[in-house]
């Protein structure tokens, strides 16, 4: 089952901006937008960002959600420790009629 | 605050059938805002959502799962439950339940999952 691309890693030094992607086609973010988990390891999921890039409440503005195409990008700005973590974006195939997650970006702080 | 809890057996045996439940708390399942889904994980690997189900019991499942897929709700309760047949070690996996929109994306309430091991 085809699902989204996303860089295996992303290395980053504290204090610095990382932009993580997430690449699919017009069936899943090009035409349904991305939502974005953060996952640190032995953890249950964290929501992001909402498929049309609004922040949950409580999340902070340090991470922002975008899509340009069929390629949605999660940018966090002030790299902190505790940013170090797994970062995997969602969407729903029409063609597929399926949910699609990529396979996820471990990133790590520097 | 909304709540999920899974339950069920963290052992399997090959061939068999897993099942296990998600209790809602401190909010109705019966809402027509979201949907309930469940989404598992494989040591090591990355996410992948299985199915999901509205209120009223209608559902999505992932094709390449759905053959041995069954997902229920039980209003009264508030749960919903999976059913994962002929089960083999590539099930192996940490199970998660969590709300979803009615487009299908997950939201920020999931439960702490569950790991199932399937071995004899």
């Known amino acids: 089952q085809a699902g989204l691309t996303q860089p295996p890693s992303v290395s980053k030094a504290l204090r610095q901006t990382a932009t993580l992607t997430c690449t699919g086609n017009?069936?899943?973010?090009?035409?349904?937008?991305a939502g974005w988990l953060q996952q640190h390891q032995g953890h249950p999921p964290k929501l992001l960002s909402y498929r049309n890039n609004d922040r949950p409440s409580g999340i902070s503005e340090r991470f922002s959600a975008s899509r340009s195409g069929n390629t949605a990008s999660l940018t966090i700005t002030g790299l902190q420790a505790e940013d170090e973590a797994d970062y995997y974006c969602?969407?729903?195939?029409?063609?597929?009629?399926?949910?699609?997650f990529g396979g996820g970006t471990k990133l790590t702080v520097l | 605050q909304l709540q999920l809890q899974e339950s069920g057996p963290g052992l399997v045996k090959p061939s068999e059938t897993l099942f296990l439940t998600c209790t809602v708390s401190g909010g109705s399942i019966s809402t027509t805002r979201y949907y309930w889904g469940w989404i598992r994980q494989p040591p090591g690997k990355g996410l992948e959502w299985i199915g999901s189900?509205?209120?009223?019991?209608?559902?999505y499942y992932n094709p390449s799962l759905k053959s041995r897929v069954t997902i229920s709700v039980d209003t009264s309760k508030n749960q919903f439950s999976l059913n994962l047949t002929s089960v083999t070690a590539a099930d192996t996996a940490v199970f998660y339940c969590?709300?979803?929109?009615?487009?299908?994306?997950?939201?920020?309430?999931w439960g702490q999952g569950i790991l199932v091991t399937v071995s004899s």
């Open positions: 017009s069936n899943n973010v090009g035409n349904q937008g």
């Open positions: 189900i509205f209120y009223s019991g209608s559902t």
């Open positions: 969590a709300k979803m929109t009615t487009t299908l994306y997950p939201t920020d309430s």
């Open positions: 969602s969407a729903w195939d029409s063609s597929l009629n399926s949910v699609v």
